[in-house]
């Protein structure tokens, strides 16, 4: 049972506009989310995070959208940049958990000059 | 060099071999992991290390064998492994074990 899913294999999106990738959770004890970047060859970057006392969190060009209610999240990229083209997986974990990161199948998301 | 490292980054081996995945990470963080991803799976974790001592077996076969010697080097020691163990062994860090994680650029394993 896949406790962090993202239903979207894909995503494409022209340069300068918004790109939203969704991510759903299943386990109520979950209370921090993540979200990281991967390139190909690369490891997995880190990109944002969110408490679940919060329901957004901002940085830079990077939103993450909390909702408990929905056990879902987002994160939005405005504008969105070619170099923003990679896989990005979202990851749940529970402080009950020590360390252990649920991770997303992840989204491969191009971003179109 | 800064961040987490590992070595190699491509290994071919035989199901007979025995070899072993190196991390380093430079971060001086507390907390280490491997992790495996298998094309089009979600990233597995393997094993947590936090402070040398090992706070999770994600019901890992015993064919891998982890080992963390101090609190910067981390390794995955593999032995009689099968076909389908092929796949990017990716390493991370984190200052302690509910942190954010950082990874190293990963393994690629391919058993024959």
């Known amino acids: 049972d896949q406790q962090v899913k993202q239903n979207s294999p894909s995503l494409s999106v022209q340069e300068g506009r918004i790109s939203i990738l969704n991510c759903d959770y299943t386990n109520s004890m979950f209370d921090y989310f993540l979200w990281y970047k991967k390139y190909p060859a690369e490891g997995p970057t880190f990109l944002i995070s969110?408490?679940?006392?919060?329901d957004k969190n901002e940085d830079g060009r990077f939103t993450v959208f909390l909702n408990k209610s929905a056990k879902h999240l987002s994160l939005h990229i405005v504008p969105s940049q070619p170099g923003d083209s990679a896989v990005y997986f979202c990851?749940?974990?529970?402080?009950?958990?020590?360390?252990?990161?649920?991770f997303g199948q992840g989204t491969t998301l191009q971003v179109k000059p | 060099e800064t961040g987490v490292t590992q070595t190699p980054r491509h290994l071919v081996m035989g199901m007979t071999n025995k070899k072993s995945l190196k991390c380093e990470q430079h971060l001086g963080h507390n907390a280490m992991y491997w992790y495996k991803q298998s094309a089009k799976k979600p990233l597995e974790l393997m094993f947590v290390y936090s402070l040398e001592e090992r706070v999770e077996n994600n019901s890992v076969p015993s064919r891998f064998s982890p080992e963390c010697p101090n609190s910067s080097h981390l390794f995955l020691h593999l032995h009689t492994l099968q076909p389908e163990d092929s796949a990017l062994y990716l390493c991370?860090?984190?200052?302690?074990?509910?942190?954010?994680?950082?990874f190293g650029p990963g393994t690629r394993l391919t058993v024959l």
């Open positions: 990851a749940a974990v529970g402080s009950s958990n020590t360390g252990k990161l649920i």
């Open positions: 991370a860090s984190s200052q302690d074990a509910y942190n954010e994680q950082f």
């Open positions: 969110i408490s679940s006392i919060k």
